[in-house]
């Protein structure tokens, strides 16, 4: 995966928490659209921890291919 890719998949996720959040209403955040916006944020979330975690195993796995 390159620069790029990752690059626009970790944008669209903080869009996607920035749209969500504007959606969220914190006085019933488990009812209706609330619900859905607040599943929405967590899964952005998760998204961006895995394309980050995704980019640290990259990074360790030239440093091995360089020892090699």
């Known amino acids: 995966m390159n620069k ?3 690059t626009v998949l970790l944008v669209l996720a903080l869009v996607l928490i920035g749209y ?3 959606v969220l209403d914190f006085e019933k955040p488990f009812e209706g659209e609330s619900l ?8 952005s979330l998760c998204a961006i921890i895995l394309l ?14 360089e020892e090699s």
């Open 4 to 6: 790029i890719l990752l």
């Open 20 to 22: 969500n959040t504007t």
């Open 36 to 43: 859905v916006a607040l599943i929405c944020i967590i899964a």
């Open 52 to 65: 980050l975690i995704f980019t640290a195993a990259r990074k360790i796995q030239k440093k091995i291919d």
